[in-house]
């Protein structure tokens, strides 16, 4: 290792904060626990202490200050929107050999258009909601629409997670094109570009380029590599194949800053657009019979010329808590949008610091405010929605081109008349709202366990990937494990087979232990997990992504102990 690390402790956090403030401006660097709380404390898991929080106002700002903290051997954990489940953009504990600092790129946005807006080139604080915006003026969508990841959810987020999302015939993000900062075996952070566009200079004039959008057309190189997963809408069809369509540790998917989990500094990537669907049909169905759905899913997948756009899943119980305790979400979307979640998620988060010191205030304040709120709220669903809730335990919703309305149409009326579903054809504004109801469930878990701490222990949220040809797709659990639990959601990408499976553990019980009596039969059945939100703090990682890691990162410097990983500096073994 370099002298420049050996010699790190010699570099006091006093003085690397004076220098970080240099860089950044000492306005956006956050030192106070109650200024830091909302970045250390993760949206459904994690937390842990940090020396700084750092929110770099330039591309340039970022490698002076990933430059200098590496350098001095602090540990860097790299944050967009930090709305991930597994806790893998926020410290885990307090138990690191060096200290903590979090460099949030929520100021970086930017988005360059590129071969008439065909591709992308996405900075990181860029979000699906500004990329989709961005690109309807033009008449196309991005990889991942609202909902297909974490709502507010970041552009290289996902890139680094391999988030999966909804659209069926797109499969998970990913990119061979980015440009990123690696920590060396010397110790040194080195700027790699692989975008496929030619830019000469040192690195901060290279990045000061892309930041500005100085990406002439004659220096992009269109052969330079993939922008999206062109073999998923293949892979997804094979119904009979006895492996998920898709999980997080397929090294199939894993490149660079596509999978890195954090392990980089990604500066930007390189993406490709796809055409917008116009006029889309969406269908919504139900059924009692978990079997007739399993019918329904291979026939899409194997008998229509195009796959369907969308397909989401959601079970009764689950609807039904997403329509109590995710209301207030459903009601903040529907009325103004994605684009001010991440400022009302900020608010909450700076609401519940104030509330922690005043002691007469009991705990999850805040969302005991927003629930009571809630009940005045008017009624979000449409009331066919409803009735189907009464009549069937199942849900599907399903969308699917213009062009496929009829021929899906006409499937479904056979499909109903043989079977004990039904379906009706969604008006534009009910399928809307049927799909955004599907992803307020995401949060629905958690705001329950809020709302009853007195009988609620804690969460285990699991997403799993299915095999392609299981027919008993769905969850039966033993007694011993079911008695722990007081409600299940169940709800997910249904033609892909990833399932998200929220459980609320009863009062006295360890959520832990809970999950880990769980996985067993999860591996019975063949399946995989976490299927596309990353390994996190919370899952064990396959031999073969730690050493995926461990290629990326030698020194072990970016986000140590992904994967319950060692956290030691250069991968040092866990004493037993």
Known sequence: MSASLKGSSEVSNASLIHSLRAIVGARHVLTKPSATYRFRKGFRFGMGDVVAVLQPGSLVELWRAAKLCAETGRIIIMQAANTGLT???????????????????????????????????????????????????????????????????????????????????????????????????DGKLHLVNHLGIRLEGNPEQILAAVQAGQLPESAIDWKAGRGHDENYATHVRDVDADTPARFNADPNRWYEAAGCAGKLVVFAVRLDTFEANKNPGVFYIGTNNTSDLEDLRRHALTHFDELPIAGEYLHRDAFNIAEK????????????????????????????????????????????????????LPKQLPQRMCDYRDRFEHHLMLKVSAHMTGPVRAYLEQWASSTGGAFFECTPDEGTRAFLHRFAAAGAAVRYRAVHTKTAEDIVALDVALRRNDREWFEVLPKEIEDRIIVKLYYGHFFCHVMHQDYVVKKGYNAMKVEHDMLPGLDARGARYPAEHNVGHLYKAPEEMVEHYRSLDPCNCFNPGIGLATKKRNWVAESV
């Open 325 to 376: 305790y995710g209301k207030d979400t459903f009601a903040v979307i529907r009325y103004f949008g994605t684009k001010y979640l991440p400022m009302f998620f900020s608010m909450k988060s700076r609401f519940d610091v104030f509330a922690q010191r005043l002691p007469f205030l009991p705990d999850h304040f805040s969302d005991l405010a927003m629930q009571f709120i809630s009940r005045f």
């Open 87 to 185: 806790g893998g953009s926020t410290p885990d504990g307090n138990d690191y050999d060096r200290d903590v600092v979090i460099i949030s790129t929520n100021r970086l946005d930017g988005i360059h258009l590129i071969g008439q807006g065909k591709q992308v080139v996405c900075l990181p604080g860029s979000t699906l909601h500004d990329l989709e915006e961005k690109l309807a003026a033009i008449g196309r969508e991005p990889h991942s629409v609202i909902g297909s990841s974490c709502i507010g959810a970041s552009v290289l987020g996902g890139v680094s997670n391999n988030s999966g999302g909804a659209l069926v015939q797109r499969g998970p993000a990913f990119t061979e094109m980015a440009l990123f900062g690696q920590m060396g075996e």
